[in-house]
């Protein structure tokens, strides 16, 4: 990689105006310095690294960019790590950078405003970090590409020539790209545009106190609309992926999936979140349909499986099943929570949900699936009293796993 960099800065002032594919110079920026960083990254196939020079006419501000498809497939809208070279060629830059011609298109005058606060808001999720987070400086031209690539960037390290080796590019590389996969991870299922917004009216409503809505009507509104959907949840190409639980308790990045709502965006995520709890209970009937048919000694069981959240919210469960405990049959109680994250997020406890868990507490099942819009779902299980596997706040009745201990292992195999 050292010697890449430090050959693009030598040679690109001299190269013609037009981009010559033919070039030694070109075949390193955009085959070989590519294909060097993703070695350096393992390979990952989620991300795409690609350097470019321009098309036709040279750019004057040659890049090599690395691309989370999580997030976004295009250098001009969403965020991703590049490599930036100043017009001048005596250094350049890595960064974690928006792409500039998503605000150009939709903020117009606005552009530069709306990337620094969108920048504004990553910084201070981040927190304090080994790169910098002050402007960058690309010797550009006002109103020029470089010039929104310097107001659309979140963190730099800027690398002057003949100033640097390989050991402390690699070493920031990885830096950057740990921190760039803490957002792709936070932001969960949602575009960037959508992630923009949330930021955008986070900002406008923040003051605002008038944001609740009587429940019984939103309750209703949320229930008509599922029925005027005619609204059937289940995919058969989904399959629960059975993984350990992992503890995240961060707070970081909110704002990424979950801004301060207007009572309209209000009900719609809870519309949003209804069907997701509906998908993934669904999912868990056909998987503990398929886990019983695959046991001969709880086969005949099968179909006597139960949804009774379908029935009531009285049970506090959602699913009636049955395994084996000691060789013998029982019932067991599954209360299922579902997320669209990609990440194991807090969710909602009810009440009746936390007793339920007490009384029943040897055959009571808590199954948390997430990322439930991909096809494999993940999914894990944990045994016994809510309260003894996850930390409940007093207040909201969030929950959120402890980690203190595994979850108990069923005594049949899972199909999947």
Not at 251 to 272: G, M, Q, S, V
């Amino acid at each position: 990689m050292q010697k890449q960099f430090q050959d693009i800065l030598k040679g690109y002032l001299g190269l013609k105006t037009k981009v010559d594919n033919t070039d030694p110079l070109y075949r390193e920026l955009v085959r070989e310095l590519p294909k060097e960083i993703a070695a350096r990254l393992g390979n990952r196939k989620e991300l795409s690294v690609k350097g470019s020079m321009g098309q036709g006419n040279k750019t004057d501000y040659p890049w090599v960019s690395i691309l989370n498809k999580n997030m976004t497939i295009s250098t001009q809208n969403g965020i991703y790590v590049c490599y930036l070279f100043r017009r001048d060629m005596i250094g350049f830059y890595l960064v974690l950078q928006q792409g500039i011609t998503y605000f150009e298109k939709e903020y117009k005058r606005e552009k530069y405003r709306v990337a620094e606060l969108v920048s504004n808001y990553l910084r201070d999720e981040i927190g304090p970090t080994k790169f910098s987070n002050g402007p960058i400086d690309l010797s550009a031209k006002k109103s020029s590409l470089g010039y929104g690539y310097e107001k659309t960037t979140i963190l730099s390290k800027y690398y002057q020539s003949n100033s640097f080796n390989e050991k402390e590019l690699v070493d920031d590389l990885s830096s950057m790209i740990s921190i760039y996969d803490d957002i792709v991870k936070h932001s969960g299922t949602n575009s960037y545009e959508t992630i923009v917004e949330n930021i955008l009216e986070y900002e406008r409503v923040k003051n605002q106190k008038d944001l609740t809505l009587d429940s019984d009507t939103a309750e209703q509104i949320i229930k008509d609309s599922i029925d005027e959907d005619g609204f059937e949840p289940y995919d058969f190409n989904r399959r629960l992926k059975e993984v350990q639980p992992k503890v995240d308790r961060s707070e970081r990045f909110a704002r990424l999936t979950n801004p301060i709502p207007k009572k309209i965006d209000y009900l719609k995520k809870a519309e949003e979140d209804a069907k997701t709890g509906l998908l993934g209970e669904k999912l868990v009937l056909a998987y503990e349909k398929e886990r019983l048919l695959k046991n001969e000694k709880l086969a005949d069981y099968a179909d006597k499986i139960e949804w009774v959240a379908s029935k009531s919210d009285y049970f506090g469960y959602d699913i009636r099943s049955y395994d084996l405990f000691d060789g013998e049959v029982r019932e067991i109680h599954i209360e299922v929570k579902s997320t669209k994250s990609r990440i194991d997020t807090k969710f909602q406890i009810s009440k009746g949900e936390l007793e339920a868990s007490k009384r029943d507490k040897d055959i009571y099942f808590v199954y948390r699936l997430y990322n439930i819009n991909s096809t494999d779902v993940s999914f894990y299980r944990v045994n016994g009293e809510i309260e003894d596997n996850f930390e409940i706040d007093p207040i909201t009745f969030l929950a959120s796993y402890r980690g203190n201990k595994k979850p108990d292992t069923m005594a049949t195999t899972p199909p999947y």
